[in-house]
């Protein structure tokens, strides 16, 4: 265990007592998800995974529609970087799986990760989704980073999804067991919630939808922009690139 893992681990036992942390040791939004997670009544010895302790709940139509717009986004980062220590999952707004990608038959603590669980910071403590869905930004969350001492050895990596109209739909997710590299599995996120984002676009009813972009190459990419336009040829939606490629940031009819 390297030194700043070693100091991250002496600051939680110290935390878990009621004392402050030390300043600048964690990032602030790891350091608020640490407060919010003691403040729930969790302690860092927890054992939660290996022992089942989440909630566990039926997926709504709302899930199922937002599982159906990643899983082939889930499958193509898979391909890129899948590996046995590893898993990809998406989460709802509530922090409930609803989509996973991780390799069949796996005997692991990722075991207890699969749709319909939820992995909320009054579940698990601090992870990187819990910190995406909370702060609406991408995340980073490794080893002694994490609130429970069972995900010690965990490192994760989410990113936002945002719906049509820019509202937070849920985030996506690498974790599993190691390290990898953080700023190339970040990027890889962000293409795949993109892609994700446009699968939104496309699902919509009543809506043509509109594909453009000043470089014909990024068309059929994450990258393209696209505009949501309904029968009577009002703009409803436009993506974040059709946004910043039209000049209209936040775009709302």
Known sequence: ?????????????????????????????????????????????????????????????????????VQPELERLWELIGDSHWMLFC??????????????????????????????????????????????LPAIVAGNQHYLQEFARFFCVSVPLRGVNGELLGALDLTGIGTRN??????????????TENNFFHALPGCRILELQHDPRLLGSPLQALLAVQDDGTVYAANRAAQQLLGVPDYRP
């Not at 935390?15 to 600048?24: E, H, I, R, T």
């Not at 799986?97 to 990760?113: E, F, H, M, N, Y």
């Not at 953080?182 to 892609?195: F, S, Y």
């Open 1 to 69: 265990m390297d030194r700043l893992q070693l100091q991250l681990h002496s600051a939680r036992q110290q935390f878990a007592d009621g004392l402050p942390l030390p300043a600048g040791l964690l990032p602030e939004p790891i350091e608020r998800s640490w407060e919010r997670s003691r403040a729930a009544g969790l302690s860092p010895w927890q054992p939660r995974l290996a022992r089942g302790q989440l909630d566990v709940q039926a997926l709504t139509d709302a899930d199922t529609q937002l599982a159906a717009c």
């Open 91 to 136: 989460v709802n707004p509530q922090n409930r799986i609803v989509q996973t990608r991780k390799p069949a038959g796996i005997d692991s603590p990722l075991s207890a990760l699969h749709a319909g669980r939820r992995v909320s910071e009054v579940d698990v403590g601090t992870t990187a989704p819990a910190c995406t869905l909370m702060d609406g």
């Open 182 to 195: 953080a700023g190339t599995m970040l990027e890889r996120l962000k293409h795949a919630a993109l892609a």
